[in-house]
């Protein structure tokens, strides 16, 4: 299941303030997490925020 375009913007507000990142860094790191694309400068920037997402987590999409 996912979430609302609201939910998923204040998630995206909220962990950019909370991790101090840009939130377009926020939101092309979580699109490529989502849709596979991810490099690994994008992996390392999840990882600096990852604690501040939601505990359920953002969806990983198809693994390479």
């Known amino acids: 299941s996912g979430c609302s375009t609201e939910q998923a913007w204040r998630t995206i507000l909220r962990v ?3 991790s101090n990142t840009k939130v377009r860094n926020v ?3 979580l699109v490529a997490t989502h849709d596979g694309t991810a490099d690994g ?13 939601p505990a359920s987590g953002w969806p990983e999409g198809p693994q390479a």
Do not use: G, M, N, P
């Not at 400068?41 to 997402?53: K, N, T």
């Open 27 to 29: 939101a092309r790191v």
């Open 16 to 18: 950019s303030q909370d």
């Open 41 to 53: 400068e994008a992996r390392a920037l999840l990882e600096s925020f990852v604690s501040h997402l």
